[in-house]
């Protein structure tokens, strides 16, 4: 298995392993695999931050990390993170955030964002998103409102994030 950077070849098993990946999933929207597209036409876009895991010449898992400001500074948003359903519990979805977290250390920033599992997220870093200050525009489930310190600064955010119109079906 290895983890690339997206390829414009990608792009149509990328959107099939999303759709599959949410699929039936209580809390998605189903919009994950459209909002991945419409990510790329943004601002925020980092195409170093547009990952695939490839197993066997075929895409088994992608993560994005998008660029957004808190409090006038960039930083991430790390979604969505999908991984094929027959390819789970191999360490692919871990392998994607660390990957991510990689990447975007060297470049900089500071602080990943993510609304998602309580239980998963904490193995790669991340933690409630009140410890660092950081508020939510829109109601979360507090413990699912989370950040990672990506250069383990301890510095705090102390601000509120407003998750861009992108995130709910808007260009
Ligand atoms: C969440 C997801 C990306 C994990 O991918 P994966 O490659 O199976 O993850 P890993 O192999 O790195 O980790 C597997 C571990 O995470 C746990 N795990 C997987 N999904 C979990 C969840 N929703 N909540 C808590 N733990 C979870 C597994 O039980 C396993 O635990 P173990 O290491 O103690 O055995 C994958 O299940 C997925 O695509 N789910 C649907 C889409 C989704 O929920 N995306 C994240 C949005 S927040």
């Known amino acids: 298995m290895i983890i690339r950077q997206r390829t414009l070849a990608d792009d149509a098993e990328i959107y099939d392993v999303v759709k599959r990946a ?3 999933m209580e809390q998605a929207s189903g919009d994950e695999q459209n909002l991945v ?5 943004t601002g925020g876009y980092v195409p170093e931050l547009d990952l695939v895991a490839e197993d066997g010449g075929r895409i088994a898992g992608h993560v994005m990390l998008t660029k957004v400001e808190i409090a006038e500074t960039p930083q ?9 359903p027959e390819c789970r519990n ?11 977290h990689g990447v975007a250390k060297k470049a900089g920033f500071g602080f990943s964002v993510l609304v998602g ?11 409630p998103a009140a410890l660092f200050g950081l508020r939510c525009a829109m109601e979360i489930p507090p413990e699912c409102f989370m950040v990672c310190d990506l250069q383990n600064s301890g510095a705090r955010l102390d601000a509120e994030l407003v998750f861009p119109p992108v995130f709910f079906g808007q260009d």
Do not use: Q, S
């Not at 597209?37 to 036409?41: A, D, E, F, S």
């Not at 991430?76 to 094929?84: E, T």
């Not at 191999?90 to 991510?100: M, N, P, Q, V």
């Open 117 to 127: 599992h309580p239980a998963y997220y904490p193995k790669f870093g991340y933690r």
């Open 22 to 24: 949410f699929a039936g």
């Open 90 to 100: 191999r360490g692919i979805g871990g392998a994607l955030i660390k990957a991510g």
């Open 76 to 84: 991430l948003i790390l979604a969505p993170l999908a991984v094929a």
């Open 37 to 41: 597209g419409r990510l790329r036409k």
